[in-house]
C-alpha cells in the first residue's frame, strides 16, 4: 500500500517542472499575443501613412503640372500682350504718320527747318488772298526748349524779337504777349498785360484775374499747351504752367471757334498767333499786315476759318500790328509793318 502511493508521488514531483514550463509558455504566449495588437496597429498606421503620402505626391503632381500650366498660360498672355503693345504702337505711330502727312498736305513744302534731340521745326510760307505771312510747326521733344522771355531778361524794359533770338541762342522767335507803358518813379516802364509765367513762376508773383477777353496762354511742364480765362491764382496755377503770356482773343478751343469781341472784327492787321494740333504739334503764325503791295492783313474772323481749315484744335491771338514778327536762324522772315522790328516786353523763344 505505501509503495504504490511513493510510485504516484514520484511522478508528479517529476512532472511539475514541465506544469511550471508549460505555465511559462502559456504566459508568453498570451503576452506574445499581447504584443501582436500594437504591431498589427503599428503597421496599419504604416500603411496609412503610406497611403497618405502617395496621395500627396500624386497631388504634388497634380499641383505641379497646374502651376506649369497656369506659367504655360501666363507666358501666352504676356506675348499676347506685348503683341497688343506693339500694334498698338505701331498703329500709333501709323496713325501719327497719317496726320503729320495731312498736316503737311494742307500746309505745303515747308520752305526751313530744323531739327535737333529736343525738337523739330518745319518752316511754311502762308500766301492766302490779301494777306501773307510764315507758319512754323514745331514739335517738342523737350518742352524746356520753349521759353518766355522778358526784355533784355528784366521786367519793365523792351527788346526786339531778333535781339532776344540773338541773345537766347534761339533757333525760332515770335513777339508774345500784349504790353502797356507805366509810369512809375517819372520813369516809363513797359509792362506785360494779364499774367506772365517764365519757368514756372509769375513774373513779380503777381496774378492779374482775366480782365474782359484777356487769356493765358502757354505751356505746362510736360509741353502742353494750356489756355484760357482764369479768375483766381489757384485755377491758373493748379495746371502747373511752365510759360506763358497774355493778350486776346482765344480764337479757337476744343476744336471750335469762339466769337470775337465786337471791338475786334471786321479789322485787317498784322496777326500773331500761338496754336497746337491735335497731335500735340504746336503752330505759330506770324501774318503781315498795312502793306498793301505785299500785305494788306487779316480779320480774326478770317484766320478763325484758316485755323479751321489747317485742323488747329486752340488757336491764341497774340500781341499783333507793328509787334509781329517771325525769325528764324538768325533772320527776319517776315515784314513787320514799320519798317522795323518794333521793341516788345515778351518774346516766345524755342531753344535748339
Do not use: C
Not at 99 to 110: D, N, Q, S, T
Request: hydrophobic share 40%; glycine share 10%; aromatic share 8%.
Amino acid at each position: 500500500m505505501g509503495w504504490k502511493l511513493s510510485l504516484v508521488i514520484i511522478p508528479l514531483f517529476l512532472l511539475a517542472p514541465f506544469f511550471g514550463m508549460a505555465a511559462s509558455l502559456i504566459g508568453f504566449e498570451q503576452k506574445a499575443q499581447a504584443l501582436s495588437l500594437p504591431i498589427l496597429d503599428l503597421n496599419e498606421g504604416v500603411n496609412s501613412v503610406e497611403e497618405s503620402l502617395s496621395a500627396l505626391r500624386h497631388n504634388a503632381i497634380i499641383m505641379n503640372e497646374l502651376v506649369a500650366e497656369q506659367e504655360r498660360e501666363y507666358q501666352e498672355q504676356q506675348q499676347i500682350l506685348q503683341e497688343l503693345a506693339r500694334r498698338s504702337q505701331e498703329h500709333k505711330q501709323n496713325s501719327d504718320q497719317l496726320y503729320e502727312e495731312r498736316i503737311l498736305a494742307m500746309l505745303g513744302p515747308p520752305v526751313e527747318s530744323f531739327r535737333s534731340e529736343r525738337v523739330e521745326i518745319k518752316v511754311f510760307k502762308l500766301d492766302e488772298l490779301g494777306y501773307r505771312g510764315y507758319i512754323a510747326k514745331v514739335k517738342l521733344f523737350d518742352p524746356r526748349t520753349l521759353k518766355v522771355v522778358l526784355g533784355k531778361d528784366t521786367l519793365g524794359q523792351t527788346e526786339t524779337t531778333s535781339s532776344a533770338v540773338k541773345r537766347t541762342g534761339a533757333v525760332l522767335g515770335i513777339n508774345g504777349g500784349g504790353f502797356y507803358s507805366s509810369v512809375q518813379g517819372g520813369r516809363t516802364r513797359v509792362m506785360p498785360l494779364g499774367n506772365t509765367v517764365i519757368d514756372g513762376k509769375l513774373v513779380n508773383h503777381d496774378f492779374s484775374p482775366s480782365n474782359g477777353d484777356v487769356f493765358f496762354a502757354g505751356i505746362n511742364r510736360d509741353g502742353e499747351l494750356i489756355g484760357g480765362n482764369f479768375y483766381s491764382k489757384e485755377s491758373l496755377m493748379s495746371l502747373n504752367p511752365f510759360q506763358g503770356v497774355s493778350f486776346l482773343p482765344i480764337l479757337i478751343k476744343d476744336g471750335q471757334p469762339l466769337s470775337v469781341p465786337k471791338e475786334w472784327a471786321t479789322t485787317k492787321q498784322p496777326r500773331t498767333i500761338i496754336g497746337e494740333y491735335a497731335n500735340g504739334d504746336f503752330i505759330m503764325i506770324v501774318v503781315d499786315g498795312r502793306q498793301s503791295d505785299w500785305s494788306s492783313g487779316v480779320t480774326l474772323e478770317r484766320l478763325q476759318i484758316k485755323l479751321a481749315e489747317l485742323g488747329v484744335k486752340e488757336g491764341y491771338n497774340l500781341d499783333g500790328g507793328g509787334s509781329s514778327t517771325f525769325v528764324f536762324q538768325g533772320r527776319t522772315l517776315n515784314r513787320p509793318s514799320d519798317g522795323k522790328q518794333r521793341p516788345v516786353a515778351t518774346n516766345i523763344v524755342i531753344m535748339p
